[in-house]
């Protein structure tokens, strides 16, 4: 298994994150158990507010929350001068609880509702980026009424989608998200937007994908964006304060994953943003980007207690984890890959190819299909790296399983930020009304 941030192996054989042993975590904490190396969380956002100012540009990054939204998390990304974009009145209300600075978070989402729009306003949020015409009247309506003015971004889809390791151009974008460029509906939005009362158009936003590992598909995107702005310049006298680039750069999960530096990801956008938006007006805009997994991807791993396996001869041998599609619901979704060591017998010789399951009823329920392992006994502790984005922020009570606790190390501290789920949560919305309870029983 690579290992990502401050990841090693220690004297003992254990695998270490921020100065931590996991063996120690395991018996402090219990498994299954996500544990976040706070230090390179703090590296990434460090790298990329370093890339935009070597760029001269204004900017803001805005961390995707999506990915991991705990209130720890909000703390951590606040202190390290990074924006926040939520999708929810759930993610909001985190930020908001944790303290984030309203002015500085931004509110994503195809299908917002009124309470959410109405919370997000009475927070004093920084920016709603708009999703479609509905919205729009939606947010003039209901800003007007609080006697508000907000500022928006309108979510365009520049025809650039972008797939795992390739981008293609399309003409005509099928996507749920934003107001197409090319069928004119991005035009209508901004000259629509620009003459309510109670909105302030900042200019747009487009996000073209997720774990995209070239540079071109946000160039295109750019000069996409480019175009269209010089075209609402020239013919409706508007121009873009602010251009948001959405996030999406790429990570590495497994040997092959071929991720650029975070500098090399900005460069990219930030030369592109000089060269394409050069004279279209008097000043450059103010750059945005919303990264999630490259914030957050690499520095989550989670541990495992191995319980029970299952040989078939000359098939595979199954070694079944207390955890599963419950905490890491990707490799069912996406058929997304994972690399693992035995984190309490790390320098231990690999001896056989195992399949890592789930406990869940679900033959899906797998998190590695091939993995290189000495062998594997029960009680081992297993170790997945990769797993800070989209893990616990997508993790389920499936099965009535309850969801696992969240450590921050760093320095060879170790902090619980979300504790595991007790019974009572799982429980805890249950009802059985009277009704049901007073019906007469057959017997
Ligand atoms: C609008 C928007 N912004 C930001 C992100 C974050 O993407 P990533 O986690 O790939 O950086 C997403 C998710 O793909 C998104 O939909
Ligand atoms: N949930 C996806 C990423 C979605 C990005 C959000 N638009 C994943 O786990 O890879």
């Not at 395991?26 to 390179?40: H, N, R």
């Not at 979510?155 to 650039?160: I, M």
Request: charged fraction near 20%; include cysteine.
């Amino acid at each position: 298994m690579y290992l990502h941030g401050t990841s090693e192996i220690n004297a003992s054989g254990h695998l270490e994150i921020g100065g931590c042993d996991v063996v120690d975590l395991k018996s402090q904490f219990g498994t299954p158990l996500y544990i976040v190396d706070e230090q390179l969380v703090r590296e990434r956002c460090k790298q990329y507010v370093e890339a935009f100012k070597e760029s001269g540009l204004q900017f803001q990054v805005a961390y995707a929350s999506k990915a991991f939204c705990v209130m720890a998390m909000c703390t951590v990304v606040e202190q390290e001068g990074l924006s926040l974009d939520v999708v929810s009145e759930g993610e909001l209300y985190t930020a908001l609880q944790a303290g984030f600075p309203a002015e500085r978070i931004h509110f994503h989402g195809n299908n917002k509702t009124p309470e959410e729009i109405t919370m997000a306003i009475k927070a004093g949020i920084g920016c709603f980026v708009v999703d479609n015409l509905i919205e729009l009247h939606l947010l003039q309506a209901i800003a007007a009424d609080m006697d508000k003015h907000v500022n928006v971004l309108l979510r365009v889809t520049p025809g650039v989608e972008a797939h795992t390791h390739e981008y293609i151009s399309t003409g005509q974008t099928d996507s749920k998200f934003g107001f197409d460029i090319g069928n004119g509906s991005a035009f209508e939005g901004v000259k629509i937007a620009s003459n309510l009362s109670n909105i302030k158009l900042l200019g747009v936003h487009s996000h073209i994908g997720s774990q995209i590992f070239e540079v071109e598909g946000f160039q295109m995107a750019v000069q996409k964006v480019a175009e269209f702005a010089k075209e609402v310049h020239e013919q409706l006298g508007v121009s873009f304060k602010v251009v948001n680039l959405g996030g999406g750069f790429g990570i590495r999960y497994v040997d092959g994953d071929t991720p650029l530096e975070v500098s090399q990801y900005v460069k990219a956008i930030t030369n592109a943003v000089k060269e394409h938006f050069a004279g279209i007006s008097n000043t450059l805009p103010e750059i945005w980007v919303e990264p999630g997994r490259s914030i957050i991807g690499d520095a989550g791993t989670t541990l495992y207690t191995v319980g029970t396996q299952k040989n078939i001869p000359g098939v595979r041998k199954y070694v079944a984890v207390d955890g599963g599609m419950t905490d890491n619901p990707r490799p069912a979704l996406y058929q997304s890959q994972y690399e693992a060591l035995l984190a309490n017998r790390a320098n231990d010789e690999e001896k056989e190819i195992v399949s890592i399951a789930g406990k869940c009823c679900e033959s899906g329920d797998m998190l590695i299909w091939d993995v290189n392992l000495p062998e594997v006994q029960s009680g081992d502790l297993l170790a997945v790296s990769c797993t800070g984005a989209y893990n616990y922020s997508m993790a389920s009570n499936y099965n009535r399983i309850r969801r696992p606790g969240v450590v921050f190390v760093k320095d060879g501290q170790s902090d619980l930020v979300v504790k595991r789920e007790s019974f009572q949560d799982i429980i805890g919305n249950d009802l059985v009304p009277e009704r049901i309870r007073k019906q007469a029983v057959l017997k």
